[in-house]
């Protein structure tokens, strides 16, 4: 079985702060894990996945995360946060090979304060 | 490449009325899925397909039915819609590890 988990369904930060997205996981197997990005009435669009080469993953838009076996980890940080990246963020885990089901977190909607 | 395209981007039905959303995918992908997303609720897998020829029911499948009718085309059906599936509905395609989601469809019945 795998899940994850999303710390916090609501996120406010300042416009140049740090911003920080919590997640958890938990997989039977080492995992893949992503995370996503949802604009308004968009589709999810792919940040960045983490499949078992660097533990540090660097995505698109300046977002990075971290994966940490010890911590069940996989959180998503980016140094200064800028409007346009007022979004929904979504994390998600799924076993390697082929096809294999990925299961999403229930999202971080992400506020930039002016 | 389109990527994944989906039809239609709105609906409105009445309870018991019948629709197919439609999605392709250009990117020669195998792999293809069904999802809901409701607040709060994050994505939810309605039904997928591994393969051309194949599908098989996710966590929500009730409701639905579905077709892979070649490669490039998966399609929802909804056979005698209800007010509890009211929803978007989003069509996603992968390559092994990474998926690729198309815009939505927004759906409300009455």
């Known amino acids: 079985a795998q899940s994850v988990t999303q710390l916090g369904s609501h996120v406010s930060v300042s416009e140049g702060a740090l911003v920080l997205l919590r997640c958890n996981y938990s997989s039977s197997v080492p995992p893949y894990l992503f995370w996503y990005v949802q604009y308004p009435n968009q589709g999810l669009q792919l940040l960045l996945k983490y499949t078992s080469a660097a533990t540090l993953v660097k995505g698109i838009n300046g977002f990075e995360a971290e994966f940490k076996k010890s911590e069940t980890s996989f959180h998503l940080t980016k140094p200064s946060a800028h409007m346009s990246d007022a979004a929904e963020y979504f994390c998600?885990?799924?076993?390697?090979?082929?096809?294999?089901?990925?299961?999403f977190g229930t999202g971080t909607k992400l506020q930039v304060i002016p | 490449n389109a990527g994944v395209t989906q039809t239609p981007k709105f609906q409105v039905l009445k309870t018991g009325q019948s629709m197919t959303l439609q999605c392709a995918q250009d990117?020669?992908?195998?792999?293809m899925y069904w999802y809901r997303q409701d607040p709060g609720m994050g994505l939810r897998l309605i039904y997928y397909s591994a393969s051309e020829g194949t599908t098989d029911k996710g966590e929500v499948p009730n409701g639905y039915n579905v077709s892979r009718l070649n490669k490039r085309e998966f399609s929802l059906r909804l056979e005698s819609a209800a007010p509890s599936q009211t929803s978007v509905y989003f069509c996603?395609?992968?390559?092994?590890?990474?998926?690729?989601f198309g815009p939505g469809t927004r759906l409300t019945v009455l």
């Open positions: 998600a885990v799924s076993r390697p090979g082929g096809y294999q089901k990925v299961t």
């Open positions: 990117m020669n992908h195998n792999s």
């Open positions: 996603a395609s992968s390559d092994p590890g990474t998926q690729y």
